[in-house]
């Protein structure tokens, strides 16, 4: 009961509760001022437009400066990894149709039908790759 009371005592106290900090006199007044020596323009800097330019393009710049980044770390990846060439995955099966099927046959309707597995052994045996044969699947 005894703890209670002291900090009643400790709450009521009207000397902890005065602020021990003070302004000095004129400090708002000498802040204005000088902020607004900060932001108001010299003569010098009056006639000068402030932004050029170039602090227009700045943005625009690094942008197009971290596509081309983007795009030549991955074109240089596929370069690397030997994947640059276009899926030509139907010029690729025309190509490989024309080899196989005799130019003497001739083929009635657009559909062109095509043994499997003497397409796979062409395949194989050109050297294509297996992502080439997967994609043609």
């Known amino acids: ?7 009643k005592n400790i709450l009521e106290n009207s000397t902890l509760k005065a602020n021990p900090f003070i ?3 004129g400090y708002f007044a000498e802040v204005e001022r000088s902020v607004m020596e900060t932001i108001t323009p010299t003569g010098q800097q009056q006639g000068k437009n402030r932004f050029g330019i170039i602090e227009i393009l700045k943005p625009a710049i690094g942008l197009a400066a971290c596509f081309a980044l983007i ?3 991955g074109y240089g990846a596929l370069y690397l990894t ?3 060439q ?3 995955s139907t010029s690729t099966q025309v190509q ?3 080899e196989i099927i ?3 046959t001739e083929i009635e309707s657009d559909t062109i039908y095509i043994n499997e597995d003497a397409a796979e052994e062409y395949l194989i045996s ?7 044969l997967a994609s043609l699947e």
């Open 1 to 7: 009961m005894g703890a209670e009371n002291k900090h």
């Open 71 to 73: 795009f030549g770390i």
């Open 126 to 132: 050109s050297g294509v790759s297996s992502s080439t």
């Open 102 to 104: 005799p130019e003497s």
């Open 82 to 84: 030997g994947n640059t």
């Open 86 to 88: 276009a899926n030509d």
């Open 23 to 25: 302004v000095p006199t």
């Open 96 to 98: 490989i149709a024309e």
